[in-house]
């Protein structure tokens, strides 16, 4: 549902009119999710005329995961990095650009009382392309006393998340954002340089038709997957197969898609990545907080995504999220045909 526009609110003022539903209300949540939103603007505004500057293209160098990194790339990390270090509310960082925890307290200062977790520029070689990308954050309650964030301030289970977030790079940005108190979503207005309220308690669909994978690794999968994708692709007019096949390439784009409009979107284990290709902490972790408070399931197959121990900062996982009914179905198939996968 989108709002009307003559009842327009802005980010900052939704934020400022829930944070009594945070059980630590003192301000600090509310200007870091302020301190997102305005990085989130400045990388909007790169996003959008990344083709008329030097702006495109390869940088030159691998993150850690030994994926070529894009200039956005670098452009958005820094972003993020400096408004969350000039908003001091936040005492270290995990990014998808960096091998190690980036710490902001400096000089034995106490520092933030949050870590946030995060892949700035999520879909980012598609940008050539013109297609949408995104950027995932996760934002934690620091379980260490003081002074700079260790790790296990990082390594904390997704069900300990007090808010995580995603924006959206596309014909319009939004950011879209929970607290653990439902799901909204806030398109950015250019006129006026605002995120505003569009999508209040956002749900997505118990069920639906459509089902993302990559299905040119189909040989690379387990059985259970190989199973699931030949359910979908069957005729059935009783539960209303075959589903169509929608893959962006964009997690986020994918996984937003699915919130309007329901479906499920699936990057399994392969021969070639047996433990799955996308990160715990800054990709799986969000999302599936943001999807199950939007009514939705998110889990590796056989057990809940939050629920999983993170174990390294950059932990790769599979992942089936989505629509309740898609997910337990493929979990079905999962638990039937690729039971002897699981370590």
């Known amino acids: 549902m989108v709002v009307n526009s003559h009842s327009v609110k802005t980010l900052t003022e939704f934020i400022i009119e829930r944070q009594s ?19 989130a603007k400045i990388v909007h505004r790169e996003v959008n005329k990344a083709g008329l500057v030097d702006i495109l293209g390869p940088a030159g160098t691998e993150n850690i995961q030994g994926e070529v990194v894009q200039k956005l790339d670098n452009f958005a990390n820094e972003q993020f990095i ?13 990014s998808e650009e960096n091998k190690e ?29 013109n297609v949408s990308t995104g950027t995932i954050f996760a934002i934690y309650r620091r379980v260490s006393l003081s002074g700079e964030g260790k790790l296990e301030d990082m390594l904390q289970k997704g ?12 014909s319009s940005s939004m950011l879209v954002y929970t607290t653990g108190r439902g799901v909204n979503g806030f398109t950015l207005d250019p ?4 995120f505003c309220l569009s999508h209040p308690q956002m749900k ?12 040119g690794y189909f040989v690379h999968f387990s059985d259970g997957v190989k199973k699931y994708i030949k359910y979908c692709q069957e005729e059935d007019e009783t539960t209303n197969r075959p589903y169509s096949l929608r893959y962006i390439g964009s997690m986020v784009a994918d996984i937003h898609r699915n919130m309007i409009k329901g479906g499920v979107f ?17 990709e799986c972790n969000p999302l599936a907080f943001i ?40 979990e079905a198939f999962m638990k039937q045909y690729s039971a002897e996968t699981v370590s």
């Open 191 to 194: 006129s006026i340089g605002e």
């Open 291 to 330: 999807v199950e408070q939007a009514g939705g399931k998110a889990s590796n197959g056989f057990e809940r995504i939050l629920d999983l121990q993170p174990e390294e900062l950059h932990q790769r996982v599979p992942i089936f999220i989505g629509s309740t009914e898609m997910v337990e179905q493929a």
């Open 101 to 129: 925890i980036i710490n902001l307290a400096l000089n034995g200062e106490e520092g933030g009382k949050y870590v946030v977790c995060m892949d700035p520029l999520d879909g980012s070689s598609n940008i050539d392309s």
């Open 21 to 39: 539903d945070f059980k630590y209300s003192k301000g600090e949540l509310t200007r870091l999710l302020s301190d997102i939103s305005i990085a």
């Open 82 to 94: 400096a408004a969350l270090r000039a908003g001091g509310e936040v005492c270290a960082i995990t």
């Open 159 to 170: 069900s300990q998340l007090v808010a995580a977030g995603y924006i959206i790079y596309g």
């Open 204 to 215: 997505i669909p118990k069920d639906g038709r459509i089902y993302s994978i990559n299905q």
């Open 266 to 282: 699936i990057y399994p284990t392969t021969s070639d990545s047996p433990s799955g290709k996308l990160r715990l902490l800054y």
